[in-house]
T-cell receptor, first 115, second 117 residues
């Protein structure tokens, strides 16, 4: 049981390049989300999904796209990287069960630098 | 709108001291969940506790304890007899019930705790 797997762990991009941060979970969780962590800012929600085929914007969605074609995968796409997107990105998954709100599981993070 | 405030940006203590990390939250929902996460220098997020809004009982887990007070919208975290391994950034977070199936975690900005030997 791997939990939430994020790849890559580290990435350096040049301004204007595109890339996809991968996130996969093997817990059959309905909900998946992406957060970014910047110094002194805590974690802020980028996009989230409540199930396959359904996505929505969070607090800081600009410059990012997501899709959810399967329950397991929730990739985050940077179409044209900017230095302001230098951050640590966390993927999380959770489920809505009898004890709602319990199942938050975070990946180990992707440290992205845009030069 | 939901908001979580961790007013203490950094705290430094000497080993064996007790330390309390403050968390104040804002929400209009009557049902919500509060969380604490630990982020050690290695960077991963470690789940510490979840508390729902209907359960105001204090929780103790070893050297960790949590004080939830709805009257003051606070969910404070105390480490008793701190150790060097407790050095980390600690985040308080809030989550409301799904609205039309959505859910989101709102995080505070974190408190960096340094425990010196």
């Amino acid at each position: 049981n791997a939990g939430v797997t994020q790849t890559p762990k580290f990435q350096v991009l040049k301004t204007g390049q595109s890339m996809t941060l991968q996130c996969a979970q093997d817990m059959n969780h309905e909900y998946m989300s992406w957060y970014r962590q910047d110094p002194g800012m805590g974690l802020r929600l980028i996009h989230y999904s409540v199930g396959a085929g359904i996505t929505d914007q969070g607090e800081v969605p600009n410059g990012y796209n997501v899709s959810r074609s399967t329950t397991e995968d929730f990739p985050l796409r940077l179409l044209s990287a900017a230095p302001s997107q230098t951050s640590v990105y966390f993927c999380a998954s959770s489920y809505q069960g009898p004890t709602w709100g319990y199942g938050y599981t975070f990946g180990s993070g992707t440290r992205l630098t845009v030069v | 709108a939901q908001k979580v405030t961790q007013a203490q940006t950094e705290i430094s203590v000497v080993e064996k001291e007790d330390v309390t990390l403050d968390c104040v939250y804002e929400t209009r929902d009557t049902t919500y969940y509060l969380f604490w996460y630990k982020q050690p220098p290695s960077g991963e997020l470690v789940f510490l506790i979840r508390r729902n809004s209907f359960d105001e009982q204090n929780e103790i887990s070893g050297r960790y304890s949590w004080n939830f007070q709805k009257s003051t919208s606070s969910f404070n975290f105390t480490i008793t007899a701190s150790q060097v391994v407790d050095s980390a950034v600690y985040f308080c977070a809030l989550s409301d019930l799904p609205q039309g199936g959505s859910e989101k975690l709102v995080f505070g900005k974190g408190t960096k705790l340094t425990v010196n030997p």
